[in-house]
């Protein structure tokens, strides 16, 4: 498997087939939650707010993308982000793609062992979309299945 990135108005070092130019990561971390009560005595009448939902944390190794996430960590404008899971063998196939709207950065860090730096990235975004491509049993792509949030107008896309 890899997870390839694609921050606008910045070029990666990935080389290949459909991701030139795109930005390998090691991880990607996010989550939604929301608050639910349940009044006593009946399970039936429950309450939620709005969901909140988290930054997305990506992991990738040092490259020369490194100063210029920095830079928009520091004073970025708004960008459109996509993340792609990919399955890797003969093809590359996207398994499932993420598509982050209005998006900025609000974390970046990096650490290392004496080994090649990492890098920690967190985004924050007005809009997630998700879209998970299912594949059969000879390996052919089912349609995309969508799902998206509007974070901003706290309502489905």
């Not at 399955?87 to 860090?109: A, F, P, W």
């Amino acid at each position: 498997m890899a997870i390839f990135l694609h921050f606008e108005g910045l070029e990666g070092d990935v080389t290949a087939e459909g991701y030139k130019g795109w930005i390998e990561c090691h991880s990607v971390d996010f989550g939604v939650g929301r608050s639910i009560q349940t009044a006593t005595g009946s399970s039936s009448e429950r309450e939620s707010t709005a969901p909140t939902v988290s930054d997305i944390t990506i992991v990738k190794s040092m490259d020369k993308c490194t100063p210029k996430l920095f830079e928009q960590a520091c004073i970025g404008k708004s960008k459109l982000v996509k993340i792609d899971l990919v399955q890797t063998g003969d093809k590359l196939e996207t398994y499932m793609s993420y598509e982050l709207t209005n998006t900025l950065v609000s974390s970046y860090s990096v650490s290392s062992a004496g080994d090649r730096p990492t890098e920690s990235l967190s985004f924050n975004c007005t809009k997630l979309i998700m879209k998970y491509i299912p594949f059969d049993n000879k390996h052919n792509p089912g349609s995309p299945i969508p799902a998206g949030y509007d974070i901003s107008a706290a309502k489905k896309v």
